[in-house]
Nanobody, 122 residues
Framework: QVQLVESGGGLVQPGGSLRLSCAASGRISSINVMGWYRQTPGKGRELVAR???????NYADSAKGRFTISRENGKNTVYLQMNSLKPEDTAVYYC????????????????WGQGTLVTVSS
């Protein structure tokens, strides 16, 4: 009932920047949390950054000071600005949004994007 579309991944040199976007569509009533996760081969999916509806954020230690999560005002779009990228940031990045949607009544949703590959390499 809720779909997420990610964009913004690609190849970047070490020290460079990328901005990931994730747009949610559907009959969304409210959003409680928006987050970005990443996954590399052989590893589980790990939290990179999360933003709550109240404005609280938390970041993985590896992301602190370099990445910023934000939401576009009035829209169901979340961004991840990534600066000072390192080779170890190479991963598939997934957005995750949780909230409430309405069709016939109100229901909770927990949606995932399709993933976007970020490669940091010279």
């Amino acid at each position: 009932q809720v779909q997420l579309v990610e964009s913004g991944g690609g190849l970047v040199q070490p020290g460079g920047s990328l901005r990931l976007s994730c747009a949610a569509s559907g009959r969304i009533s409210s959003i409680n949390v928006m987050g970005w996760y990443r996954q590399t081969p052989g590893k589980g999916r790990e939290l990179v950054a999360r933003l709550t509806s109240g404005g609280s954020t938390n970041y993985a230690d590896s992301a602190k000071g370099r990445f910023t999560i934000s939401r576009e005002n009035g829209k169901n779009t979340v961004y991840l600005q990534m600066n000072s990228l390192k080779p170890e940031d190479t991963a598939v990045y997934y957005c995750n949004i949780g909230g409430v949607y309405h069709v016939w009544g109100y229901s909770n949703f927990d949606a995932w994007g399709q993933g976007t590959l970020v490669t940091v390499s010279s």
